[in-house]
């Protein structure tokens, strides 16, 4: 308790919440989390049709590919949060992942169904990515705004990630159903999660924190 206590000593006080949410950070990052969340919602949404479009795979066979994603993701997360508490970068452990995702999108889109298994790897590398920085990113948030603000600041962004699930499962199927295929689908999540990767790379500093004995 006398740590914490510490830690809230160094933020710069923040009034309320109608202060918080003006703030250059809270806005960033609620438009960054709306993108983030375009791609992710579109790809969770989307994920088995877009791959029983590309091949000539079973039903079964689908629902095995799309665990495939979820298992790289379980894994990245764990590392991702790992390294970030142990060096106590959160900025550093959120674009990285982002960007790797927005590269793996557009890599789908520029095969196309030439090669369904490489695609589908970019697919795996995608979603995983795309999962990794939750950790760091909401630790992020938790280390820049005193506890009085920091929960209204956290539920503002939700929202905004919410707004942007939506954007992305509704235009990703519109995408799909317009083309007749899913390569402007990959190119707009490929859009989105660069969009999401830039404006983190906007925000000053990287809220360091003492690196815990881990």
């Known amino acids: 308790e006398r740590k914490l206590e510490d830690e809230q000593r160094q933020f710069k006080p923040v009034r309320d919440y109608a202060a918080a949410f003006r703030t250059p950070m809270v806005i960033t990052l609620a438009i960054q989390y ?3 969340s375009v791609g992710v919602y579109g790809f969770v949404i989307w994920l088995p049709s877009m791959l029983k479009a590309a091949g000539e795979t079973s039903i079964v066979l689908v629902g095995w590919l799309s665990a495939g994603p979820y298992l790289a993701a379980a894994a990245l997360m764990i590392i991702g949060s790992y390294f970030s508490d142990a060096s106590g970068n959160r900025k550093n452990f959120v674009w990285p992942f982002l960007l790797i995702g927005a590269v793996a999108f557009y890599g789908s889109y520029l095969l196309g169904t030439s090669s369904f298994w490489l ?3 970019l697919l795996v590398v995608a979603g995983g990515t795309m999962y990794a920085p939750y ?3 909401f630790a992020w948030i938790a280390e820049t705004l005193p506890r009085n603000v920091a929960g209204g600041a956290i539920a503002l962004i939700n929202c905004c990630g919410a707004l942007g699930s939506f954007v992305g499962s509704y235009f990703v199927g519109w995408l799909n ?3 007749g295929g899913s390569d402007a689908s990959y190119l707009f ?3 989105a999660l660069l969009a999401s990767a830039l404006l983190t790379l ?3 500093g990287h809220a360091d924190t003492p690196a815990p004995a881990l």
């Open 202 to 204: 906007t925000l000053r």
């Open 177 to 179: 159903g317009v083309t």
């Open 135 to 137: 950790g760091p990113f």
């Open 119 to 121: 695609g589908y790897g």
């Open 34 to 36: 709306f993108c983030w």
């Open 189 to 191: 999540m490929a859009v």
